[in-house]
Nanobody, 121 residues
């Protein structure tokens, strides 16, 4: 079994900052890409930022220059530093990881339960 656990969400005023964390645990042989997605009420889930196993990052245009994704490879942890937050950043943020479990030869897609980020105007 592989689990992803997010933390760090909350309520913040516009212009403020939050840092999200996500730890992957369980029977893990390898992890390739880790990242963050978000889903606002009434909208589809969208990519926020990802980071590959060699540090290549991808950002949504809407967060470039404000959000930074990083990773601690030794701790199987991915972070999302969110600065200059806007009300439109309000959403449930989900951690995602491509993980090869110790009992499988394939990489599978795993999701966390989500953490709420609310930005007030």
């Amino acid at each position: 079994q592989v689990q992803l656990a997010e933390s760090g969400g909350g309520l913040v005023q516009a212009g403020g900052s939050l840092r999200l964390s996500c730890v992957a645990s369980g029977s893990i042989f390898a992890i390739n890409t880790m990242g963050w997605y978000r889903q606002a009420p009434g909208k589809q889930r969208e990519l926020v930022a990802t980071i590959s196993n060699i540090g290549i990052t991808i950002y949504a245009d809407s967060v470039k220059g404000r959000f930074t994704v990083s990773r601690d490879y030794a701790k199987n942890t991915v972070y999302l530093q969110m600065n200059s937050l806007k009300p439109e950043d309000t959403a449930v943020y989900y951690c995602n990881a491509g993980v090869r479990p110790g009992y499988d030869i394939r990489f599978n897609d795993y999701w966390g339960q989500g953490t709420q980020v609310t930005v007030s105007s």
